[in-house]
């Protein structure tokens, strides 16, 4: 999965060494004491975190490690036992999920939510802000909407044609593939105007084919002044995309740093391999692969 | 057997206030579930709370027939919103229990005798529609007496204002229901039908939308209840949980997320009642099937149940609907 | 029968009044019209007489409430009353005691007393009354027996609620026809005991034998090919209400709209202490209950088959994995389901007592509000549930209307469900 032209990689993000919890130049997230308990099992205990405004930051770590966890907590899908956060100095804590989508910090899902019933465009068109004629009063007057929904099908079909869904606007989401419809719900994410875009596991499921162009409208969205926080498992594209990795392990943050150098580090490599013992083959089998992957780089 | 006189009655029963009644009760289910994907098993307390509302505000508190009217319209608002708190945050199932249970709740609520002065306990309420006062909804029929239309479809004055009221709902609240679910609020709905949590994730308040639905749904079931009242007595006995079995079973006939659905499968449903009614105690009279017209009348209602069945496993999407908007998604 | 006349004589007996039992009223003829009546207009009818020391007394109003009927009336010059009710069942008899001479009270039972009708449509109820205060039996003993009561009935309740908690938690299938499963237990211990007289040790296992075979009938008939097709658990749920209105108007069909009985369902209560009354059917009931529910607890707890239940149950993808044969299971659980909603239904047709066609369909939401109480799919959630239901409704009507017990264990379901979706016993759903 070589590439020619290398992204443009920001650096420089943090103050001070590259420590678990450092703080960043410019954060536009910070998480302060976050912890989830499920039935006595810590899922995250997370002490400090910042997320560096502008940049792509990857939040990588072994299966179990409370990745996913984490993003439910910080988008408001689930409620932590303890914890403060905040987006750009607004506080998020105990605000719900789609106050948070609205404060500008928006996400994906690991399995794909596409919305299948309806077709492309109209996937699209919801994601949109503000609209007047999503009021129940307002939607029986299409006087009120009809100039507005106009102008949110022109961006919708604008941002359709960069993710090369235009083709499809008419088609049942159903319709799509795995890969397009993760493209569709990125595309869809940013009809919102997001500044955070949080995307857990972009790549899963992705036809090789899609991958490039996935990654180039990652890339993109930094270009466009947006923050990415992003899960993935294909260390190629962490190495490939990420300004700054973050590593998760058993709940803990237990490295930060710059792509290259934090791969080296021995707290990841005992984090991947530490877990070995007591998980069962078929997660085992995963994970050599993952190591595998990161090592040919 | 009286072929004729099984037609002429199968006729009636395409236009009857029945029909019209409960067509807007399958029309606020068409709402919850096929639109919004609420699992609402509680339609028959919605029209009780219509019915019950309309009647009890003209008779104790005196008010006239459309102000009666409004006042069942905002006790079913009340429910819903009373209903939705708590129980719109559960998952389907949960909430098919839920609402079950609400309806009989309110069902044995109008039953009890601790409110027999209001209610009328197990007799129910009548003579509301006709006041001496000159507030009642027959009061204000505009239709001079006699005898209206032609063939089976013939009717006295007082049958004919119904009707006319009926179907005036009917149509406004097709039309109100196609405005609503091809406006941007609706597309946020069905949105939320399929995947609540990615609505969510987009900004949009997904508990508020789907208030707003149990409401707009409970307010149609609720019309279907007063349109039930206009010519009916209202009892306990009416809104039973088989009613909402049944409005499941047209809604689910005609096809849950389509508008116009709800109203042909209710239409169907009731028409197709009213043949076998006729067929099934012919059959049993004339000695054709060795059965009492008691056990005849009996078969109608297995023929419900197996029809029900056969429907959902063979047709979900009803027979005007989309199988690609197909309902059952989870 | 006036045993307790005698007791005129005995000064510890605190004078206590005549009850009077009339044979004639028990064989169905009708009182001489002379009785102060009301609701002639009707067959069934409830009738008593009220006399202290065999004095008649005059004038005490009576109240009889249940089935959504109410009626009163007050006793004429011979201390009679009678009162016409539209249909038998059980009604709530009240003597109005401020309408009882000075220093008279109802010495047993309280004031107000449930009274069910038999086979016949007459049923006599007189109260022990005679000097003493007012509500003589303390409100402790009224609770405990309340409580016995709501033991009783939910241990009844629990019997249905486990199997279609099990069905639930392995399937997926809220069953709106469990019900009928509970009233074709009920029926064909009518057809073996009744219709066919065979002694009821022999009757009802043959019943609660067949109404576990139906289990495998339906899951092998309909369940497994619908599973199979891959209907949602929406879709499944719909299917099994019209598989209830389907099945409850068959048997409608054949047994009709009447109340039938089975033998031994009028055995006399005898009080055991304070208010506490229990016939012999009761006991043997609750015993067969608990003995049932610990077989079935042995069996989900202990035996392979049953671990591999509550396995699937867990993570249905992950049991077939691990190599258990996920439709064996699930047959040998609607077997076991329908078995004991078969039983129930025998137990609920003597608590009620009736068997009638819809008799299942009356405790389904009781069931659904055990299962859901307990936490839907887990099966001691749906006992701990059942018997949480089955006590509320019986202590309720201490505090609310006799018909409006149901009310009170539904509100209490849905304020649960508030507080606790996940149900008393169930596990919070993990989240990521």
Redesign the interface.
């Known amino acids: 999965m070589s590439n020619n032209a290398s992204p443009q990689k920001s650096t420089d993000l943090h103050i001070g060494a590259a420590v678990p919890g450092c703080q960043k130049k410019d954060p536009i997230l910070v998480a302060d004491h976050i912890k989830k308990t499920f039935g006595g099992l810590t899922a995250v205990d997370v002490e400090h975190l910042e997320v560096p405004k502008n940049a792509i930051t990857a939040l990588i770590g072994p299966n179990g490690a409370g990745k996913t966890t984490l993003f439910n907590l910080l ?1 408001g ?1 689930d409620t932590p036992d303890t914890g403060t956060w905040s987006l750009m100095g607004n506080s998020l804590s105990g605000v ?4 948070v ?2 404060l500008g910090q ?4 690991q399995l794909t ?6 077709t492309v465009l ?1 996937n699209m ?3 949109a ?1 503000d ?6 009063l307002t ?2 007057v ?1 006087a009120i ?1 009809r100039k507005q ?1 106009k102008e949110i099908e022109v961006k919708a079909l604008e941002l359709l044609s960069r993710f090369k869904l235009d083709a499809k606007k008419d088609d ?1 989401a ?1 319709s799509l593939s795995g890969g397009q419809r993760k493209l569709l ?1 990125m595309a ?2 940013l ?2 105007d997001p500044v955070l875009v949080m995307l857990d596991e972009p790549m899963a499921g992705v036809n090789p084919a899609l991958t490039q162009s996935l990654l180039d409208h990652v890339l993109d969205l930094k270009k466009q002044g947006m923050t990415v926080l992003f899960v993935e498992h294909d260390m190629h594209m962490v190495r490939h995309i990420a300004d700054w990795v973050v590593v998760m392990a058993e709940g803990k943050i237990v490295a930060e740093g710059p792509p290259d150098t934090v791969m080296k580090e021995q707290a990841v490599i005992d984090a991947y391999l530490g877990s070995h013992q007591d998980t069962d083959l078929g997660e085992v089998t995963g994970r050599i692969k993952i190591i595998k992957d990161g090592g040919q780089a | 057997m009286d072929w004729g006189s099984i037609l002429n009655n199968t006729l009636q029963g395409l236009l009857t206030p029945t029909t019209l009644a409960f067509s807007l009760a399958a029309l606020g289910l068409a709402m919850h579930f096929g639109f919004a994907g609420l ?1 609402n098993f509680g339609i028959a307390g919605f029209m009780a709370i219509g019915g019950y509302g309309y009647a009890i505000a003209v008779l104790t508190f005196g008010l006239p027939w459309w102000a009666g009217m409004l006042f069942g319209i905002v006790g079913s608002i009340i429910f819903a919103l009373i209903l939705g ?3 719109l ?6 909430l ?3 609402t ?3 309806a ?2 309110i069902r ?2 109008f ?4 409110f ?1 002065d209001v209610t009328g ?2 007799d129910g309420l009548f003579g509301f529609n006709t006041r001496t006062d000159g507030s009642g909804f027959q009061n204000a029929n505009p239709l001079p007496a006699g005898s209206y239309g032609a063939g089976p479809f013939t009717y006295n004055e007082q049958t004919l204002w119904v009707l006319i009221f009926g179907i005036i709902m009917l149509v406004v609240g097709v039309v ?1 229901l196609w ?2 679910m091809r ?6 709905i ?2 939320i ?3 609540e ?10 508990f508020a939308y789907k208030m ?1 639905a149990l409401v ?1 749904g409970g307010v149609y079931g609720a019309m279907g209840g007063i349109v039930y009242a206009t010519f009916a007595n209202v009892s ?1 006995g009416v809104f039973v ?2 009613l909402t ?1 049944f409005i ?2 047209s809604l ?1 006939l005609g096809g849950a997320a389509t508008i116009l659905g709800p109203v042909i499968g209710s239409i169907l449903f009731w028409t197709l009642q009213a043949f076998l009614t006729n067929v099934l105690s012919e059959v049993a009279i004339s000695g054709i099937l060795p ?1 009492s017209t ?2 005849a009348s ?2 109608r ?2 023929l ?10 063979y047709r ?1 999407q009803g027979i005007f609907g989309d199988k ?3 309902t ?3 | 029968m006036n045993i307790l006349s005698s007791s005129h004589t005995n000064r510890l007996a605190r004078g206590i009044a005549i009850s009077f039992l009339s044979f004639i009223a028990v064989l169905g003829i009708a009182m001489p019209a002379s009785a102060d009546s009301v609701g002639e207009e009707y067959e069934a009818a409830i009738l008593g007489n009220v006399r202290i020391d065999g004095e008649p007394i005059q004038g005490v109003r009576i109240v009889v ?1 249940g ?4 009626a009163e009336t007050v006793t004429d010059e011979k201390g009679r009353w009678l009162i016409g009710v539209p249909q038998t069942g059980t009604y709530n008899v009240t003597l109005d005691e401020s309408t009882l001479p000075e220093g008279i009270a109802v010495l047993e039972g309280g004031a107000t007393q449930e009274v069910e009708f038999g086979r016949t449509d007459r049923v006599t109820k007189n109260f022990f009354i005679g000097e003493g205060t007012r509500n003589a039996t303390s409100l402790f003993d009224q609770i405990v027996a309340r409580l016995v009561y709501g033991i009783n009935f939910g241990l009844m309740l629990g019997l249905a609620a486990v199997g279609l908690s099990l069905v639930y938690g392995t399937t997926g299938l ?1 069953n709106f026809a469990h019900g009928e499963m509970v009233t074709i237990g009920a029926v064909l211990a009518l057809i073996f005991g009744v219709v066919l007289q065979l002694p009821l040790w022999i009757a009802i296992p043959i019943a609660v034998g067949l109404s576990a075979g139906f289990g495998w009938l339906m899951d092998a008939g309909l369940w497994r090919p ?1 599973r199979k ?1 891959g ?5 499944l ?3 099994s ?10 048997i ?2 054949f047994i ?2 009447g109340t039938e009985q089975l033998p031994g369902f009028d055995e006399p209560r005898v009080t055991l202490f304070g208010a506490t009354a229990l016939s012999s059917t009761d006991l043997i009931s609750m015993a067969l209950s608990i003995v049932v529910i610990g077989g079935f607890a042995y069996w989900l707890l202990k035996t392979k088959t049953g671990k591999a239940t509550r396995a699937i149950s867990d993570n249905p993808d992950l049991a077939a994995a691990s190599g258990i044969d996920v439709d064996k299971v699930i047959r040998v659980v609607w077997i076991m389901a329908a078995g004991m909603a078969g039983l129930a239904g025998v137990l609920w047709a003597y608590f009620r007592p009736g068997i009638k066609w819809d008799m299942g ?1 009356q405790i389904l ?1 009781l069931i ?2 055990a299962v ?1 109480l307990g936490g ?1 799919g887990t099966a001691f959630g749906a006992l701990v549930g059942a018997l949480v239901v089955g006590i509320l409704i019986e202590t309720s009507s201490l505090l609310i ?1 006799a ?2 017990k ?2 009170g264990a ?2 209490v ?3 649960v ?2 507080v606790r ?1 996940q149900g008393l016993l169930g596990k919070k759903q993990r989240i990521g």
């Open positions: 988008t899908f719900p999920s789609f106050k989508a609205k928006v996400r994906t899902f939510k596409a919305l299948g019933l309806l109209e068109k919801l994601g802000k609209q007047k004629g999503e009021n129940l939607a029986l299409p909407w929904d049942f159903a719900e869809r994410a009809m919102t | 699992l708190i708590p129980t945050r559960l998952r389907g199932d949960y098919a229990i839920v079950i249970a609400s009989e709740i044995l609520l039953l009890t005798t601790a027999t306990s197990a109100l405005a609503l406006s941007p609020w609706g597309r946020v069905k949105g039908r399929e995947d949590d990615a609505i969510r994730a987009l900004g949009k308040n997904v707003q707009i306990p949980t088989s079995f499941w079973t689910l059965v008691t056990q009996t078969l209602f297995v419900v149940g197996v029809g029900l069945m056969l429907l959902v496993i979900p690609r908007e197909l059952f998604v989870k | 409430d089935n959504g009927y109410n809220s619908v097709m209907l949602g658990i929406v879709q749920m719909i299917v209400i019209g598989l209830s209105l389907a099945l409850r108007y068959i409608q069909f009709g709209g369909t939401l659904f509000a859901v839907l209307p018909d409006l149901y009310v539904l509100v379901l849905i304020l469900l508030l979706p």
